[in-house]
């Protein structure tokens, strides 16, 4: 495949998400324009805000979707993890293959040196 295709399956995955990408292109199709480097496709989530309210605190995409969340009041155990939505687990499991444990810890380190977050995390649908 070449670049120029490359870059527009990229950007045609970074402007309407893995979701609808996937009805316009094969999941073979979408791992040839990431396999140089999977881990670019985080790169669709670097516009992130947060919406804080006194239980949670949303991490929202620029499409307006929620990619992950913190729970603020820990009233269990399970609180302590960060939730994180599937479209960025099922891009590395399902698209490019990698293993859950991989994938896990590229997420971690992701969240660890982009948002400053360390903790374990949990995948949501």
Request: avoid cysteine.
């Amino acid at each position: 495949m070449n670049e120029k295709l490359k870059y527009k399956i990229r950007s045609a995955v970074d402007k309407l998400g893995l979701e609808q990408s996937l009805n316009l292109f094969s999941k073979d199709i979408i791992k040839q324009a990431y396999i140089d480097n999977p881990e670019s496709y985080l790169d669709n989530f670097k516009e992130i805000t947060t919406i804080e309210d006194p239980i949670f605190i949303n991490y929202i995409d620029k499409r307006g979707k929620l990619v992950f969340f913190l729970i603020t009041e820990k009233t269990s155990i399970m609180d302590e993890f960060i939730r994180v939505k599937t479209e960025i687990f099922d891009f590395f499991i399902t698209i490019i293959g990698y293993h859950v444990d991989h994938t896990r810890k590229i997420i971690n380190d992701w969240l660890k040196i982009n948002f400053n977050l360390d903790f374990p995390i949990l995948f949501i649908y």
